[in-house]
Each structure stands twice: as structure tokens, then as C-alpha cells.
């Protein structure tokens, strides 16, 4: 059922151990974890709270060294955080507050070299037109909303044309109206370029609407629970829909009753 | 009450907005008075106003200009001592060892903290220093400064770099480690790293800190420059507006001491409100990072 098959994995993900310190703790986020995105993917880490879905993502933004395994990005390892995986995060302070939204799009353009500063600025304001924001790419940041500065965020990482676009539950902090919307703009802006995403989410029913390709993952520590392809995005058939929420809800909280089932027992 | 009165639905209510056009007003002006009250500079202009009325009172009631010259006897001298007495040379002479002293200072600062963020055994030595000498007053150096470099500028310029550093190390360091933790990773996602990256994401992340660093630092820088001249007089040629304030004293030219002070605290003024006030304006508000 995916909609887009390329020819080698884009990003291959195997046997990742993610472990990190806290001042009194080591943890284990997620424990051999292998999956592989395909060029055009939109695929989708799920899970609920603590199943290292994050931790993942900041791996593979470069941010945290596996303690096992490797993650390769065209055959390459992954050393340290690069251009090359736009970031979109959760928070709406990720915008530099001292650039209107034209120079923070641009700003990276340039600095990474990509392009020169004028064209950085015309190409900014392409994709701030893409987003709809041409007027108020003037404005700084503080004067914009939520929505409207994750929607810059994810101008300024489409317009550095990634190999890989990484976002971190980027409409979490949305209400439900503007996330719905911001869902649509996003397809909208995939059917567009045709851009990888890697999306991680806690959310079944935004992870059937956004994803290819959907990865379950369990928590504490997170391992792989099932990867599933989701819906074609034509596909309004809500029985079918439904059908598959209540497959990932059975996957990933069957644990949880049982566990609680147990002492019963 | 009973249950049936209790349980009454109330009635659903449905407004009817009307149209814009058919409200008095939608936008006008303020009126002259709002506009004006609206501007703190003409506010604050007020107060001062209101200091001056009532120290010309006081000194009128009092009566005795040894102890407490009138407004009118202050900028008498004021204006005599600037065109006579040489004031302006002599607050040149402190302002430009001042700035000496600021730059060199500032200079130590930047070095310290770009230190301190990029290792941490440069962390570890700020912030232990910066908990030895902040607390120590820098005039409480004066001693040993004059026993090492001797009576001059370069024990002047000591002082000040000891005034000015550890304030303006100690806002600069905090304000880098209170830098969002988003804003750093999207820093490090641009592939920014040690020089770029502590200029294009750290300073103006921090620059609301680093700004009242130097306010802090500058306001101290003053006051020690002052304490030093007044304690060991004239550095060199005509020397500072400390000693301007500490010679007359000695001829107890009253009205003289009080326009020296008065230009201390003229020249604080202006700094405050001009300088630092205009570069907060195009920065740090602008940006929305402070209100």
C-alpha cells in the first residue's frame, strides 16, 4: 500500500541502543531498534510517552551517539547535528527571536553555505508563500502565533531542502482546530516536493493521517512493536480508518492491560 | 426551593452583532493629554522637576549655603566651573579613563565567558572567581594597586577593570546558560559550531543579559572612578571630577562640591537613558525578549 517506493533505503536505522545519563541514572530509551526510510517516505515513530521516540529522533538529528548499533543517512554515519536533517521541534521558541521570519528562513541558507544571501532570501520567501505567511515575513517572531511560527519552523526546514526532514511532535502544542489544519497543510505541502519525513508522534489518529509508513514502538525501554503502512492519502474510508486505530491501540496498549490484569491473576 | 424550580431550563440567549459602521467610535486618536502622559521620558523629566522644586525649598528654608546650597548657587557653579575652572577637562579626564578601563574590562569579560561556555574547566575557574572577587569592592584594591603600578592611571584603570569584569562576567555567563535549550539544538542543526555559533545564537540570545551586565558594569565602573580620585587625587595633568569635587571641598566651596556631584549624577543620566535605553530599544523590545 505505500505510495512511493525509492530504489535504496534513504536512512537506515539498525540495532540502535540509545542510553543517556541523568544526574543520578542511566537510562536505556530505546533497545535495538532497526527500520529503514525509503526517499519520499513520511514515516512515522509512534508511541506513547517515554518508548524513546524523541530520543531516537535527536539521534538521528545527530544530537546523541548510539551506545550500540549504527543510523546512516545515504550509507554514511551520522556524526554530530548537520544541515542536511532540518530539525522542526515541538516548541515554539525554536524560531530566532532577534530575525523576522523572512531572515530566520534565510538566515541558515546562507550560513551553511547553501546558497548566496540574496538568493537565500528569494528562496526563503518562496517558501514562506508556500505556507502562506508572505506578509508577515517583515515580522518578528514574537508578534506571530503558535501555529504560525511552527509553520515558519517547517518553511525554514523544507527550504533547505534536507535529505531528511526530522519533526518532533511539531503540532503537539497546537490546539485542536489549528492542528488539524496544519495536518492538511502538510500533506498538502508533501504532495507539493515529495520531501522524507520523519515524524514523531504519541497521537494514533495524526500518525494515520500524516504517515506512509508507521512504526510502533513500546516503552521502557522502546523496541520495536510492529511497522505498519498506513492509509492511502485519497483514502476517506472511515470504517477502514478506524479499523486500523484500533489495530495500533491493540498493539501498543495490550501490555498495559494485561500488566494490570496480573496481581488478579 | 423546590426540585421543579430548580430544573426551570433557562432560556438560550442569540446576540446580533451590528456593524462596525454603527459604532461611535472604532479607532481616534488619544486625546493631547493621554499622548503625553504616554511618554516616559516626559514623565520622568517630571520627577526630576519635582526633586529640583523641592530642594530649591529646602535650601531656601535652611538658608545656609555651606551646609546646603540652593539649586540656583549649584548650577551658578556649574556653569562657572565649566566656564572657568576647567570642569569639562576635568570630567574629560575621568570619562577617559573610564572608558579605558570599560574597554579593557569588557574585553576580559568576553574572553572569560566565550571560556567558560565552550569548556568546562573554563566554567569551573569563572565561576569560582567570579564568586572570590565580585563581592570585594573594588576601591578595597586601591592600596595594593597603588603599590604595584604606582600613583597613576594604570592603578585607575586597574580598579575599573576589577569594577567592570565580574558584573559584567557574571550577567553575560548566566544569561548564556539560560539560552533555551530548542534555541541551542537549532544552532547546532545549522551546523554552527565554537566562534559562529557563540555569535550568531548565543550573544543575541543572551544580549538582554549581557546588556544589563554593562549597565551594572558601567554604574560601577562610575562609582569606583569617583571613590579612587577622591582618595588619591590628581593621576595626572589636571586630574578627574573626583578631585574637582575633593579640592573644593577643601576651599569649602560648597555650591562647587554639589555641581560636581551634580555632574556625576548628569552624566549617569544621560548614559542611562541615551545610550543604553536607545540600544535596548532597537534590540531586546524590538525582538520581544523584553518588555
Given at each position: 500500500m505505500a505510495?512511493?517506493?525509492?530504489?535504496?533505503?534513504?536512512?537506515?536505522?539498525?540495532?540502535?541502543?540509545?542510553?543517556?545519563?541523568t544526574a543520578r541514572h542511566l537510562i536505556t530509551a530505546t533497545y535495538k531498534v532497526s527500520f529503514q526510510v525509503l526517499s519520499g517516505d513520511r514515516f512515522i515513530l509512534l508511541g506513547p510517552s517515554g518508548c524513546g521516540k524523541s530520543t531516537l529522533l535527536k539521534?538521528?538529528?545527530?544530537?546523541?551517539?548510539?551506545?550500540?548499533?549504527?543510523?546512516?543517512?545515504?550509507?554514511?554515519?551520522?556524526?554530530?547535528?548537520?544541515?542536511?536533517?532540518?530539525?522542526?521541534?515541538?516548541?515554539?521558541?525554536?524560531?530566532l527571536p532577534w530575525k523576522t521570519i523572512c531572515e530566520n528562513v534565510a538566515f541558515p541558507l546562507w550560513k551553511s553555505g547553501k546558497c548566496g544571501r540574496r538568493e537565500a532570501r528569494e528562496k526563503a520567501m518562496e517558501y514562506i508563500d508556500k505556507?502562506?505567511?508572505?506578509?508577515?515575513?517583515?515580522?518578528?517572531?514574537?508578534?506571530?502565533?503558535?501555529?504560525?511560527?511552527?509553520?515558519?519552523?517547517?518553511?525554514?526546514?523544507?527550504?533547505?531542502?534536507?535529505?531528511?526532514?526530522?519533526?518532533?511532535?511539531?503540532?503537539?502544542?497546537?490546539?485542536?482546530?489549528?492542528?488539524?489544519?496544519?495536518?492538511?497543510?502538510?500533506?498538502?505541502?508533501?504532495?507539493?516536493?515529495?520531501?522524507?519525513?520523519?515524524?514523531?508522534?504519541?497521537?494514533?489518529?495524526?500518525?494515520?493521517?500524516?504517515?506512509?509508513?508507521?512504526?510502533?514502538?513500546?516503552?521502557h525501554p522502546g523496541q520495536v512493536k510492529a511497522e505498519l503502512n498506513s492509509l492511502r492519502l485519497d483514502c476517506d474510508d472511515g470504517v477502514l480508518r478506524k479499523g486500523l486505530e484500533d489495530r495500533i491501540n491493540d498493539l501498543l496498549f495490550v501490555d498495559r492491560v494485561e500488566e494490570t490484569e496480573a496481581p488478579h491473576g | 426551593m423546590d426540585e421543579t424550580t430548580k430544573w426551570?431550563?433557562?432560556?438560550?440567549?442569540?446576540?446580533?452583532?451590528?456593524?462596525?459602521?454603527?459604532?461611535?467610535?472604532?479607532?481616534?486618536?488619544?486625546?493631547?493629554?493621554?499622548?503625553?502622559?504616554?511618554?516616559?521620558?516626559?514623565?520622568?523629566?517630571?520627577?526630576?522637576?519635582?526633586?529640583?522644586?523641592?530642594?530649591?525649598?529646602y535650601a531656601r528654608y535652611l538658608n545656609n549655603s555651606l551646609l546646603f546650597p540652593s539649586l540656583g548657587d549649584t548650577f551658578g557653579a556649574l556653569v562657572a566651573g565649566i566656564v572657568s575652572g576647567g570642569l569639562l577637562i576635568k570630567i574629560w579626564a575621568s570619562i577617559r579613563v573610564l572608558l579605558?578601563?570599560?574597554?579593557?574590562?569588557?574585553?576580559?569579560?568576553?574572553?572569560?565567558?566565550?571560556?567558560?561556555?565552550?569548556?568546562?574547566?573554563?566554567?569551573?575557574?569563572?565561576?569560582?572567581?567570579?564568586a572570590m572577587f565580585n563581592p570585594l569592592p573594588a576601591i578595597a584594591l586601591l592600596p595594593l594597586a597603588l603599590i604595584w603600578f604606582g600613583l597613576g592611571e594604570a592603578s585607575l584603570v586597574f580598579v575599573l577593570v576589577h569594577s567592570v569584569l565580574w558584573a559584567v562576567t557574571l550577567n553575560t555567563h548566566s544569561g548564556f546558560r539560560n539560552v533555551s535549550l530548542t534555541l541551542r539544538m537549532v544552532g547546532r542543526n545549522y551546523g554552527l559550531r565554537g566562534f559562529s555559533y557563540v555569535c550568531s545564537i548565543l550573544i543575541p540570545a543572551a544580549l538582554a543579559n549581557i546588556l544589563s551586565g554593562m549597565k551594572i558594569g558601567w554604574a560601577?565602573?562610575?562609582?569606583?572612578?569617583?571613590?579612587?580620585?577622591?582618595?588619591?587625587?590628581?593621576?595626572?595633568?589636571?586630574?578627574?571630577?573626583?578631585?574637582?569635587?575633593?579640592?573644593?571641598?577643601?576651599?569649602?566651596?560648597?555650591?562647587?562640591?554639589?555641581?560636581?556631584?551634580?555632574?556625576?549624577?548628569?552624566?549617569?543620566?544621560?548614559?542611562?537613558?541615551?545610550?543604553?535605553?536607545?540600544l535596548e530599544k532597537y534590540t531586546v523590545q524590538r525582538w520581544g525578549m523584553q518588555v
Open positions: 505510495e512511493l517506493v525509492g530504489g535504496a533505503p534513504l536512512l537506515e536505522v539498525t540495532g540502535v541502543t540509545l542510553r543517556y545519563k539521534a538521528v538529528g545527530g544530537y546523541l551517539a548510539p551506545t550500540e548499533g549504527s543510523i546512516r543517512l545515504r550509507g554514511r554515519e551520522i556524526r554530530g547535528p548537520g544541515p542536511d536533517r532540518m530539525m522542526v521541534f515541538q516548541e515554539f521558541d525554536q524560531l505556507v502562506n505567511l508572505s506578509q508577515f515575513a517583515g515580522n518578528y517572531p514574537h508578534t506571530l502565533s503558535g501555529g504560525m511560527k511552527q509553520r515558519v519552523a517547517i518553511a525554514r526546514g523544507m527550504a533547505m531542502e534536507p535529505d531528511i526532514l526530522l519533526m518532533d511532535e511539531p503540532f503537539a502544542a497546537l490546539d485542536a482546530l489549528t492542528r488539524r489544519k496544519m495536518q492538511d497543510e502538510l500533506l498538502r505541502l508533501w504532495e507539493d516536493t515529495r520531501f522524507t519525513v520523519l515524524f514523531v508522534t504519541h497521537s494514533i489518529p495524526e500518525a494515520i493521517r500524516i504517515g506512509s509508513r508507521i512504526l510502533l514502538l513500546s516503552p | 426551570t431550563p433557562r432560556p438560550e440567549i442569540y446576540g446580533s452583532p451590528v456593524a462596525s459602521e454603527s459604532f461611535g467610535v472604532v479607532e481616534k486618536p488619544l486625546s493631547l493629554w493621554e499622548w503625553i502622559s504616554g511618554i516616559p521620558g516626559l514623565r520622568k523629566s517630571l520627577v526630576l522637576v519635582g526633586l529640583a522644586i523641592i530642594w530649591e525649598l579605558i578601563g570599560y574597554a579593557v574590562g569588557m574585553a576580559l569579560a568576553a574572553a572569560m565567558t566565550v571560556l567558560a561556555i565552550t569548556t568546562r574547566v573554563g566554567a569551573d575557574i569563572l565561576e569560582t572567581l567570579t560601577f565602573a562610575w562609582r569606583t572612578l569617583i571613590a579612587a580620585e577622591l582618595v588619591f587625587g590628581v593621576s595626572s595633568g589636571s586630574g578627574g571630577l573626583g578631585w574637582f569635587i575633593y579640592e573644593r571641598k577643601n576651599m569649602l566651596d560648597i555650591p562647587s562640591v554639589f555641581a560636581g556631584l551634580l555632574a556625576v549624577i548628569l552624566i549617569g543620566l544621560i548614559v542611562e537613558n541615551l545610550i543604553f535605553r536607545t
